[in-house]
């Protein structure tokens, strides 16, 4: 049976590790599976007593009168080794002459990689952007700023289809060099990194390259890791990019993560950079929104402000006509009939962008009995409802109490899912109607993350008053943020009783405990700050 293989062996191991066979010698092909675990020092001579016990070795190694050096006797003799759940067994291929006295082996893989206990994927690992043993090299980057980097066809194709088919499927072409144009260099590596080494190297600015790398040679876990990344990095600054890239890459987890950001905090998203940035579908489905939580004029600035830019990725001159015509049909998804007349007139009106006519017939559908009919939607966005969360019981006041002297009154408190504060309810006067004037804060770990100072009148019931703030802020879950005011004004007020550490507010579970900021009386039992006031 030998006789047939001989040729192959010759070839195919004195071609990869320099092993030269012998014509009319027969050799022994020893596949010898290896554990982690330890194994007792056996010698030939207590190879019997195993085989009394019924757990001996197999016959070809009863024949076999050669001691063998080291670990390969002892794994080459003990002919079962207990398993590790941990590890798989791994196979190392021994290539014996029976005939030399010395019975010494031909070939010991393990000497020619990493030690056993790394495992395959640290043997992958070196061959990790490695010259050696590359038999294809990839050409990646945009004309100007390419990067070759070299590959292992072998290793490519187990980590990705795609590399599969395009070396070894029926269509497959034998070339040495691939040009992809389309992706980054530094994406494309992060790409070959986890393929290779099992590692996920991330970075903000190169993470939307790495994903479209993984969705394009279809590395799921990968694309998944990005998401995550993003999900994470989520911000009113990077929504809008996030949302087109998203629907891009058809994600549905990240596209809802993202509406819950611009819809809570619309304002900011609208006025960021990369709102600027994103493609005229994105731009429509944004100015359709009915949850959009926005003025109207803020709205109707960053489509103007998109307009401009769009323009110039156009090399179009910033005329009015032109970014009229760049926003097409989208500019009547501005809802500018629901304006404050104000803002419609210092605003919209002598922008430009709307004709003659249009901003006649939206002055009358301000003022007329008999409206005009408007392209314009007319009908006011529904934004979101804020909901309110309140961890007192019941409240009091007393003749000598609460009074406030300059001093801070300030809860902590966390929740079990994002939310985005939109501001505080406080108490006002015990005593009739008053005015107080409040600031307001927002902190995580001593990080201011929002604030205002503002004014609130109170009416003596012991109703609570809202406080904005300017914009809301986003609140992670499992983590405590500090809430506090500082109050001026009628130093006697209302003040809660009976407070509670855990308050179920519709799916969100807010949890509170002492600060140690509040040196004005306010606690989990009592004290000021009855409400939390936010989007979910």
């Known amino acids: 049976m030998l006789c047939p293989l001989l040729p192959f062996l010759r070839f195919s191991f004195s071609a990869s590790l320099g092993i ?63 398993r590790l759940a941990s590890r798989p067994r791994q196979s190392v291929l021994c290539v014996r002459v029976p005939a030399d006295p010395a019975g010494r082996f031909l070939l010991n893989c393990p000497g020619l990689f990493p030690r056993l206990s790394s495992g395959h994927d640290v043997r992958n690992a070196v061959m990790f952007n490695n010259d050696l043993m ?15 980097l070299p590959g292992h066809k072998y290793v490519l194709a187990v980590g990705s289809s795609v590399f599969h088919a395009m070396f070894y499927g029926e269509l497959a072409e034998d070339k040495d060099e691939i040009r992809i144009p389309d992706v980054e260099p530094a994406a494309f590596l992060a790409m070959l ?24 040679y279809i590395v799921p876990h990968l694309a998944r890791a990005c ?14 990019v ?7 890459f058809e994600e549905p987890d990240l596209t809802q993560r993202c509406w819950e950001v611009i819809d809570a905090q619309a304002e900011l998203a609208l006025k960021s950079e990369g709102f600027c940035d994103i493609d005229f579908q994105t731009l429509e489905s944004i100015l359709r929104r009915e949850t959009l939580n926005a003025k109207e004029i803020v709205v109707f600035e960053a489509a103007l402000n998109w307009a401009e830019v769009e323009c110039q990725r156009q090399e179009l001159s910033l005329s009015i006509e032109n970014k009229r015509k760049v926003l097409g049909k989208a500019l009547y998804l501005i809802r500018i009939p629901t304006m404050a007349l104000d803002d419609f007139a210092n605003g919209a009106a002598q922008s430009g962008v709307l004709t003659l ?36 019981q019941s409240c009091a006041y007393r003749s000598n109490q609460w009074r406030y002297r300059g001093r801070c009154d300030s809860i902590q408190f966390a929740v079990d899912k994002r939310v985005f504060i939109a501001g505080f309810g406080l108490y006002g006067s015990s005593c009739g109607s008053a005015e107080y004037s409040a600031k307001i804060e927002l902190k995580r770990q001593g990080v201011i993350l929002g604030q205002n100072l503002s004014k609130y009148f ?32 009628n130093e006697l007020s209302y003040f809660g009783q009976e407070g509670m550490t855990e308050v179920q507010c519709g799916k969100v579970t807010v949890q509170f405990q002492c600060s140690s900021d509040s040196t004005n009386g306010t606690g989990v039992q009592g004290g000021q700050i009855p409400e939390l006031i936010f989007y979910a």
């Open 458 to 489: 109170s009416d003596g019931s012991s109703n609570t008053f809202p406080v904005w703030f300017e914009y809301p802020v986003q609140i992670e879950p499992d983590t405590f943020y500090t809430a506090s005011v500082i109050l001026d004004g």
């Open 20 to 82: 030269t066979f012998s014509p009319g010698r027969s050799y022994t092909i020893l596949l010898l599976s290896l554990t982690r675990r330890p194994c007792p020092d056996l010698g030939p001579g207590k190879t019997q007593q195993r085989q009394a016990k019924g757990d001996g070795p197999s016959q070809d190694c009863a024949r076999s009168t050669s001691p063998l050096p080291g670990k390969l006797w002892r794994q080459r003799c003990l002919g079962r080794a207990p």
């Open 134 to 148: 590359a038999d294809v090299h990839f050409v990646v980057g945009p004309p100007g700023g390419t990067q070759r």
């Open 357 to 392: 006519n249009e901003t006649n017939d939206i002055f009358l559908w301000y003022t007329a009995a008999k409206k005009p009919e408007l392209e314009f939607v007319s009908n006011a966005r529904k934004g979101l409802v804020p909901q309110r969360c309140h961890r007192f």
């Open 227 to 240: 998401v995550n990344f993003l999900e994470t990095s989520l911000s009113a600054k990077n929504a809008c």
């Open 193 to 216: 990194k986890y393929i290779y080494c099992d590692e996920i190297d991330l970075a903000a600015d190169t993470v939307l390259a790495t994903l479209y790398a993984a969705k394009k």
């Open 242 to 248: 996030l949302l087109s890239q998203s629907c891009l």
